[in-house]
T-cell receptor
Framework: AQSVTQLDSHVSVSEGTPVLLRCNYSSSYSPSLFWYVQHPNKGLQLLLKYTSAATLVKGINGFEAEFKKSETSFHLTKPSAHMSDAAEYFC?????????????FGKGTMLLVSP | DGGITQSPKYLFRKEGQNVTLSCEQNLNHDAMYWYRQDPGQGLRLIYYSQIVNDFQKGDIAEGYSVSREKKESFPLTVTSAQKNPTAFYLCASSMRQGGRWGTEAFFGQGTRLTVV
């Protein structure tokens, strides 16, 4: 079984300050982990993914995440927030060795960016 | 352009009616999924299909039905048995690489269903 916990439902930052969105996971296998972003009334766009290669993963728009197996965490960071980063972010886990293709989503973190 | 197309973007349904949401992909992906999104609840899996003519129930399948007659198409029917169908519905697809799943999913732009 797999699960994801996003530790904050809302995060507020000022433009130009760092962003940290926290994600813990549990998995019976060696997981694949993803962060997706969703703007209002839109589909989900992949920001970055971890699939058992480098533990520090760089994504689009300056985001990155670090896979920490000992802490079962996959936190998303960005050095400097931009107004366009305001959106909802989802942490997602899958088990590629399970034989099933399903993804498990966290409940999402809404990122608010103020000028 | 390759991608996933959902239609319609907005859909209104009267109580007691069945409605069908369309999802088509031209990515040649093996697996397709339907998710329901409600505020504060993330995405919940309704049904998924890893191969043509086969599909599996997800966490909240009651009141929904699907078919997978073609690799590129995975329509979702919201039946009158679904008690609270107003939600945002997202279709996705993913591929198998080297015999393993776990690659990222690609999403359509969603259909917002409202019961009136």
């Amino acid at each position: 079984a797999q699960s994801v916990t996003q530790l904050d439902s809302h995060v507020s930052v000022s433009e130009g300050t760092p962003v940290l969105l926290r994600c813990n996971y549990s998995s019976s296998y060696s997981p694949s982990l993803f962060w997706y972003v969703q703007h209002p009334n839109k589909g989900l766009q992949l920001l970055l993914k971890y699939t058992s290669a480098a533990t520090l993963v760089k994504g689009i728009n300056g985001f990155e995440a670090e896979f920490k197996k000992s802490e079962t965490s996959f936190h998303l960071t960005k050095p400097s927030a931009h107004m366009s980063d305001a959106a909802e972010y989802f942490c997602v886990v899958s088990d590629p060795d399970s034989g099933y293709s399903t993804l498990t989503f966290g409940k999402g973190t809404m990122l608010l960016v103020s000028p | 352009d390759g991608g996933i197309t959902q239609s319609p973007k907005y859909l209104f349904r009267k109580e007691g009616q069945n409605v069908t949401l369309s999802c088509e992909q031209n990515l040649n992906h093996d697996a397709m999924y339907w998710y329901r999104q409600d505020p504060g609840q993330g995405l919940r899996l309704i049904y998924y299909s890893q191969i043509v003519n086969d599909f599996q129930k997800g966490d909240i399948a009651e009141g929904y039905s699907v078919s997978r007659e073609k690799k590129e198409s995975f329509p979702l029917t919201v039946t009158s048995a679904q008690k609270n169908p107003t939600a945002f519905y997202l279709c996705a697809s993913s591929m198998r690489q080297g015999g393993r799943w776990g690659t990222e999913a690609f999403f359509g732009q969603g259909t917002r269903l409202t019961v009136v």
